[in-house]
């Protein structure tokens, strides 16, 4: 098959033939999406309107929603749609941008918890320094470098994929994964390997790591704290530590799951885990972040309150 040929297009064989139940599928996966928008854009209304809520850590909650509501919207569109096709085929570009889209989410995800670590860390460790070192400009330089980083290092893994002639169109997803696109080349590709791994690394492993190390130090600055700082600390640490272990293990199941032989596993189990890190983390992290922080939550019983007495 030709791979500059502009007839080319992919073949998404992971789709399972379930009949009618594709109708109730599809009614699910909506109501889905749509707790999804509204849930996101609650977090993002409620942290843009309450002055109160200007502050470094709420800030990157409401980056996360804005990245949530990025990462669902690259997928669902078109994966309600396949829910009620027979075939289930992609164009080039469309599967490239599909690509570039899940995994800059994936990205911006863990480079923006990375920062929220680093917040809490100066918030607990230094909390004498809190105001001058997280300051207007270091929040925009954070928030900045949490998204360009993402941006230009995925622009460069992207280009690598696009310039590999591909010798098969199948990939066995129900979605365009980069690794099972570079599996269908012709030639070596090795240096897609190397520049994945150093992407990984970059984005992946090194927020992980730098996440374990702050919370080594913030436990170390509890133990010796009195209990009510205590209970203030794990109040705002809790939900990220909840929110940051839900998208590592998502991460971990994404990456397995293209490394693996998909045939020997249960078809609706490999449609489960494909979909876990575009599912999980949108629907958790306004629920864990809204629930669990008072200042939110507080806020969100407000801004619903209003609505209804305007009612």
């Not at 270091?138 to 591909?166: E, K, N």
């Amino acid at each position: 098959m030709e791979n500059n040929s502009a007839s080319f297009h992919f073949n998404l064989t992971m789709f399972v033939n379930i009949g009618h139940y594709r109708y109730l599928a599809f009614v699910f996966c909506l109501l889905l999406y749509s707790f999804m928008i509204s849930a996101n854009f609650v977090i993002i209304l409620v942290v843009s309107r309450e002055r109160t809520l200007h502050e470094p850590m709420y800030i990157f909650i409401a980056l996360l929603s804005v990245n949530s509501l990025y990462g669902s919207t690259g997928f669902f569109p078109r994966f309600l749609m396949d829910l009620l096709l027979d075939t289930h085929f992609m164009s080039r570009s469309a599967c490239f941008t599909q690509i570039y889209i899940f995994y800059t989410y994936i990205s911006f995800e863990m480079t923006i918890l990375g920062i929220i670590a680093y917040d809490r860390h100066v918030a607990i460790c230094n909390p004498l320094h809190y105001h001058r070192k997280m300051t207007h400009k270091t929040v925009v330089l954070l928030a900045s470098s949490a998204c360009l980083i993402p941006v230009f290092t995925m622009a460069v893994g992207l280009y690598l994929s696009v310039r590999l002639p591909l010798c098969g169109n199948e990939i066995k997803r129900v979605f365009c994964g980069n690794w099972n696109v570079v599996k269908l080349s012709c030639v070596s590709t090795i240096v897609n390997n190397i520049y994945g791994m150093f992407v990984t690394i970059l984005t992946i492993i090194f927020p992980l790591l730098y996440v374990l190390y702050t919370y080594i130090q913030i436990v170390a600055t509890c133990w010796k704290s009195p209990a009510g700082f205590n209970r203030r600390v794990f109040q705002t640490c809790v939900p990220h530590i909840i929110s940051f272990v839900i998208n590592s293990l998502t991460v971990v199941c994404d990456v397995a799951l293209s490394r693996i032989n998909i045939e020997e596993i249960n078809p609706f189990l490999a449609v489960i885990f494909s979909l876990e890190f575009v599912v999980i983390p949108p629907v958790l992290n306004p629920l864990v972040y809204g629930l669990k922080l008072e200042q939110i939550r507080r806020e969100i019983l407000r801004l619903f309150t209003r609505h209804n007495i305007i009612i």
